[in-house]
């Protein structure tokens, strides 16, 4: 089905649902937002609509068949809102990739000098400075200044020789796109690699990115949106499950999950028809 004929279909059987569908999604990503921590259950939001669709006389008088089709093709509805939400930038996130140094107690760097510590702390206003230069200046997103240096490497959620402070953001983040892909299997998470003094990464021949992603291993600048670690954990699942990257982004979950806005598949029979990762 087209994403022309699921809107027009919805409108043959629910005529009002629309603007109800529209403004449900941006109210739950607006309590989102509000306590800054989860994401969004598809499944919520088909709750909020089905109590809806029960105060409506086409829905209650209907057989079983007609509420069904209804609520399969609402849950189309939304995936293709949120995918064009996320692909319009609509939703941004004050959060921050974070990746200053977090040692663990005891650490024997916690007894010398601070030379390392303040190393780390100038790394970061440097590499800060440049952002806001480079906003100061009017520059856009394609604006790319390479970040050469390296801040972090190791596990996503961090390690026992050290971490980071965005770790938690990052390792949610990523869990979170595999959740919106209907992925259940225990499967390893990417490490990280921080890299600091710009707001772009080298990622092979297709030079400047926003994040980059080489099988087991994300590539994120500091002081990027958290958003791209989604993006980079899409191609990092899709590797672990299919064998393939997904370089040409063909994939809808890059949409659909890897953007700020995540709704899971967690609808059942009325899930929409898009074809879940395998496991």
């Known amino acids: 089905m087209s994403n022309k004929s699921i809107f027009s279909k919805l409108l043959d059987l629910a005529p009002d649902l629309i603007p109800v569908i529209v403004q449900t999604v941006i109210d739950a990503e607006r309590v989102i937002t509000g306590i800054g921590q989860g994401d969004i259950k598809k499944g919520r939001v088909m709750s909020i609509l089905k109590n809806i669709l029960e105060t409506k006389s086409y829905f209650t008088d209907a057989g079983s068949d007609i509420q069904d089709q209804i609520l399969n093709v609402a849950g189309n509805a939304i995936d293709l809102l949120v995918m064009a939400l996320n692909m319009l930038g609509a939703f941004s996130t004050s959060k921050k990739i974070d990746f200053t140094p977090v040692l663990p107690p005891g650490n024997p760097a916690d007894k ?49 020789e050290g971490s980071y402070t965005g770790a938690a953001d990052l390792t949610n983040a990523c869990v979170e796109a595999k959740q919106c892909m209907g992925i259940t299997e225990e499967l390893p998470l990417p490490k990280v690699r921080g890299m600091v003094g710009g707001n772009a990464v080298e990622c092979g021949d297709k030079g400047l990115r926003l994040g980059c992603y080489v099988p087991g291993l994300v590539i994120v600048p500091h002081g990027g949106e958290v958003g791209i670690v989604s993006h980079e954990c899409v191609h990092h699942w899709l590797y672990l499950t299919m064998g393939d990257l997904d370089p040409e982004h063909k994939s809808e979950y890059f949409l659909l999950c890897g953007g700020k806005f995540k709704i899971d598949n967690d609808t059942g029979p009325t899930a929409p028809e898009a074809t879940p990762a395998p496991r």
């Open 112 to 160: 010398q000098s601070g030379r390392a510590g303040l190393g780390a702390i100038a790394l970061t206003l440097a590499g800060g400075l440049l952002l806001v230069l480079s906003l100061a200046a009017g520059c856009g997103p394609k604006d790319l200044t390479p970040a050469g240096r390296v801040m972090y490497e190791g596990p996503i959620n961090g390690g026992p």
